[in-house]
């Protein structure tokens, strides 16, 4: 979880499944966007986006 490129990038090196991307913080490059699998606008929005992920497919 970070704000920038280079916190992808460590997530990629360390093998995390999930990287998760967080607009506050600092300015957002398209880079550092493309590079995570979820973008939210707040740590905040975390919790929620795990609950959506975890139901089953309907």
Known sequence: M???LEDMQAAVAANV???????TGKPITPEAEN?????????????????????PAQ
């Open 17 to 23: 499944g999930t990287k998760v991307r967080v607009r």
């Open 35 to 55: 590079a995570a699998d979820w973008v939210l606008n707040s740590l905040a929005d975390l919790p929620q986006a795990i609950k959506k992920q975890q139901k």
């Open 2 to 4: 970070g704000d920038k």
